[in-house]
């Protein structure tokens, strides 16, 4: 504070080590020493800027901070483990990032040691785990791990949890990488693992294709009954109304025959009674093979055009 006005607030969203601050220390050289139950803050108090935090990681015997003083050089940190001091301007910092390794590996209902290259047969919405750890001497809580799963060095994805799920992982080949670092430190080295999901029978290229195949054939079988039914009954329909042609044809010369016979039997008995015999004779012959004729044509359902041009023509000269 400046003049009864707050000037500058520092918390933990402002990267504080902690909220609870339990000391206060100014070397007189423009450094604010803060002891907090998490560690040492340093702000500057000319620039108001927080400078870094000194943590167990650093060297620090405890992160409960009871007091802290400075003799010259040499910054004196009092701690719920003992005392500590060091060097103010040369503060040793852990950089040596955390050694990573694997637990288990989890596929369906079984698990399987820990291994550089893992080959299964695919299973059915069977979720693919892997547990693995790091070895941090101290602060293992902020220890932090990235994975990516494309094999490549750029999607890497951030996560606290040890154990990485992969549901219904589909058949494939895949190289998983997994990295971990500390507070301060690098990442380490990425630990890999060569993933093999073998494929089932019917998830192949060529039971695919039989099953696509199959698929084809069932709606041509399909279209092609479908077709045949239409045309059957197309055929039923055409010989129905072919039948009623002919019937109604049959049912006509039926109805015609009397009417025709008993004109042609008046006209031979007037030739009899006329005393034309030789013409009663030849009218009496054509007209029983007219009659024939229109007999046998009416039995069939079909008959050739020439035998239906000649009956006709018959039957024309006949009238005459």
């Known amino acids: 504070m400046r003049r009864n006005k707050v000037v500058k607030q520092f918390t933990s969203g402002e990267n504080l080590a902690s909220d609870i601050c339990q000391q206060l220390y100014y070397d007189g050289r423009g450094r604010l020493y803060v002891a907090t139950n998490r560690g040492v803050s340093v702000i500057d108090t ?24 400075a003799d010259g050089d040499t910054l004196l940190i009092a701690t719920s483990n003992g005392l500590c001091y060091f060097n103010a301007d040369n503060i040793p910092m852990d950089t040596i990032p955390p050694t990573i390794y694997m637990n288990a590996i989890r596929y369906g209902d079984s698990a399987y040691l820990p291994m550089r290259s893992f080959t299964h047969i695919y299973e059915s919405k069977g979720a693919f785990e892997v547990e693995f750890g790091a ?144 013409q009663a004779l030849n009218f009496l012959s054509d007209f029983a093979t007219l009659m024939r004729q229109m007999l046998n044509n009416s039995r069939k359902s079909f008959i050739p055009l020439e035998e239906e041009i000649a009956f006709l023509t018959r039957y024309r000269n006949w009238k005459r």
Do not use: C
């Open 135 to 278: 070895i941090a001497y101290d602060l293992p809580d902020l220890v932090e791990y990235q994975y990516n799963l494309s094999g490549d060095t750029v999607s890497w994805v951030t996560t606290k949890s040890n154990i990485i799920p992969f549901p219904d992982l589909q058949p494939g080949h895949y190289e998983l990488l997994i990295r971990a670092r500390k507070y301060r430190s690098d990442w380490g080295p990425a630990v890999t693992l060569d993933m093999n999901i073998l494929p089932r029978w019917y998830q192949e290229w060529w039971a695919r294709g039989i099953l696509v195949l199959l698929g084809v054939l069932g709606i041509l079988f399909i279209l092609r009954f479908i077709v045949r039914r239409i045309k059957a009954a197309e055929k039923r329909k055409t010989e129905y109304n072919r039948r009623i042609a002919e019937l109604e044809a049959k049912a006509l010369t039926n109805q015609m025959n009397p009417h025709f016979i008993f004109n042609s039997l008046n006209s031979v008995q007037h030739l009899i009674l006329e005393r034309e015999e030789k």
């Open 46 to 69: 000319k620039s108001l800027s927080l400078l870094r935090n000194i943590t167990s990681t650093d060297g620090l015997m405890s992160d409960d901070i009871r007091d802290i003083h």
